[in-house]
Nanobody
Framework: QVQLVESGGGLVQAGGSLRLSCAAS????????CGWFRQAPGKEREFVAA????????RYADSVKGRFTISRDNAKNTVYLQMNSLKPEDTAVYYC???????????????WGQGTQVTVSS
């Protein structure tokens, strides 16, 4: 079993930046692909970004391309999501997950964190 803990969420004005972190409890973290998803009130959880275990394969949702950057540090068992030029529509609970490969759907993920709230004010 792997536990994931997200942090870094908060309240920010439109145009601002936040950096989310997701720390894993086990060193086998480096064997997994990692992804970030988000869920706004009344909406389904949606894909944001994903990265392979080596960092060589990265995917982004069209809505965040050019603004968000996913990265990982396997030595620290941590994956990051740098979010720039934030918009009110980015407001959601952000979740990180671990998958056996890079995946863009929730069904591809075996482990999830509890989520961190991101609120972008206009």
């Amino acid at each position: 079993q792997v536990q994931l803990v997200e942090s870094g969420g908060g309240l920010v004005q439109a145009g601002g930046s936040l950096r989310l972190s997701c720390a894993a409890s086990r060193r086998t973290f480096s064997n997994y692909g990692c992804g970030w998803f988000r869920q706004a009130p009344g909406k389904e959880r949606e894909f944001v970004a994903a990265i392979s275990w080596s960092g060589s394969n990265i995917r982004y949702a069209d809505s965040v391309k050019g603004r968000f950057t996913i990265s990982r540090d396997n030595a620290k068992n941590t994956v990051y999501l740098q979010m720039n030029s934030l918009k009110p529509e980015d407001t959601a609970v952000y979740y990180c997950g671990l998958a056996n490969r890079v995946a863009v759907t929730t069904s591809g993920y075996q482990y999830w964190g509890q989520g961190t709230q991101v609120t972008v004010s206009s």
